[in-house]
């Protein structure tokens, strides 16, 4: 199947910086992808979807200025989480979809952990 | 909801034997997809199945569609260990319900 990249797969950071969440579809072009946020034990909460060279759609609840999300290529989408606090450590999920009728492909999973 | 939900929430059969998981959805769908999650990864796509399907198949695997019912069920025979792992259905939305957490024991 289609390979989707996430890195970096671990981070740590201090409360107060930046952190950046790469996403890449390595052998497709993904006109749409997703972000999730998964606690332990428990299933994916979708945060936003973007389309391409477009506007992220967030998920009630999401802060937009605080989850930064850019989608400025077919095979390239960002997500970085903006002056992180210990209660934004959690595992996020990208995945990404060629078109909207096929399956999507699931990046391996960040973990950010903020001390 | 645009989510599917997941029925049971746990399963824990033995090696060799079926494994049956059920998906309810709300809305009117394009296509109906289950995955397949390992403890601390990113999910796997098992089978994508379109809404004018019924059933389709792909190795152990066996999913089927109940349009009139939003449902779908996905059905794993002749279980290993390593079909050990949590197991969702999603809409085209992808949005995600809380999986079957099924446990294939050796």
């Known amino acids: 199947g289609a390979v989707v990249s996430q890195h970096p797969s671990r981070v740590i950071c201090k409360s107060g910086t930046s952190v950046k969440i790469e996403c890449r579809s390595l052998d497709f072009q993904a006109t749409t992808m997703f972000w999730y946020r998964q606690f332990p034990k428990q299933s994916l909460m979708l945060m936003a979807t973007s389309n391409e060279g477009s506007k992220a759609t967030y998920e009630q609840g999401v802060e937009k200025d605080k989850f930064l999300i850019n989608h400025a290529s077919l095979t390239l989408s960002t997500l970085t989480v903006t002056s992180a606090h210990p209660e934004d450590s959690s595992f996020y999920i990208c995945?990404?979809?060629?078109?909207?009728?096929?399956?999507?492909?699931f990046g391996q999973g960040t973990r950010l952990t903020v001390v | 909801s645009q989510q599917g939900e997941e029925d049971p929430q746990a399963l824990s059969i033995q090696e060799g034997e079926n494994a049956t998981m059920n998906c309810s959805y709300k809305?009117?769908?394009?296509?109906l997809q289950w995955y397949r999650q390992n403890s601390g990864r990113g999910l796997v796509h098992l089978i994508l199945?379109?809404?004018?399907?019924r059933e389709k198949h792909s190795g152990r695997l066996r999913v089927t569609l109940d349009t009139s019912k939003k449902s779908s069920s996905l059905l794993i025979t002749a279980s290993r260990a390593a079909d050990t792992a949590s197991y969702f259905c999603?809409?085209?939305?992808?949005?995600f319900g809380k999986g079957t957490k099924l446990t294939v024991n050796p």
């Open positions: 999603a809409t085209e939305k992808l949005v």
């Open positions: 199945i379109r809404s004018n399907e």
């Open positions: 995945s990404a979809r060629e078109h909207g009728d096929t399956e999507a492909f």
């Open positions: 809305t009117s769908i394009n296509n």
